[in-house]
């Protein structure tokens, strides 16, 4: 009897949970609970590396693809648009480590002071976070000694990221207009 009504249980569970489950895959949206989804501890990581943004020479990182008739006459080039692949490395130097890359737009988007427009991901190719990328939208002032960018979201061990980068001219050549910023980015994440 008592075996009986076991099974009449584990049966009934069982049978609940698959009309649980057809029901599921068929609503177009459902609540979760967060820590069913591995999402039970959220992290505070800080990233720091340099971005190298090369606009001279054979091999441009950042290349411009569209101005306005304007762009040439204003004082801060508004209305460029260039499209970018930066290198990201763990040094100033080039030629150390590199731990991902900066892809996206940068544009001239301020009338009457320099300040850019930037939409990127960074996408990471070391360690851990090899294939894991974080997603940038923000306001770049580049003259100023430092400027925060919001860090919108991102994926892979960045799902559900959010927070900030913070970015600081390490060197520039006036003359060629290539750069090196440093970037602190403090993120939170599961
Ligand atoms: C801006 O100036 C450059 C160099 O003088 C020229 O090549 C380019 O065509 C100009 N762009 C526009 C949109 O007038
Ligand atoms: C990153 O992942 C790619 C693709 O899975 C792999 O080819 C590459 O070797 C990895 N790089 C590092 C540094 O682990």
Do not use: W
């Amino acid at each position: 009897m008592a075996l009986c009504i076991t099974k009449l249980v584990i049966f009934s569970l069982l049978f609940t949970s698959a009309i649980f489950r057809a029901a599921n895959s068929r609503t177009f949206s459902r609540s979760l609970l967060p820590r069913e989804h591995r999402l039970r501890n959220e992290k505070l990581s800080h990233l720091h590396f340099y971005f190298h943004d090369i606009v001279s020479g054979r091999n441009p990182t950042a290349v411009l693809v569209a101005e306005a008739k304007m762009t040439n006459t204003s004082a801060t080039r508004f209305g460029s648009v260039f499209v970018i692949d930066d290198p990201l490395t763990e040094r100033p130097e080039m030629s150390s480590k590199m731990v991902g890359r900066a892809q996206g737009i940068y544009s001239s988007a301020s009338l009457n002071d320099i300040g850019l427009l930037m939409v990127q991901n960074y996408v990471f190719t070391e360690g851990k976070y090899n294939g894991s990328t974080l997603s940038i939208l923000g306001r770049n002032a580049v003259l100023s000694s430092v400027r925060e960018m919001p860090i919108v979201g991102g994926s892979g061990l960045f799902r559900f990221a959010s927070g900030y980068a913070q970015a600081r001219t390490h060197t520039v050549n006036f003359q060629t207009g290539d750069a090196v910023v440093e970037y602190n980015v403090y993120v939170l994440h599961y």
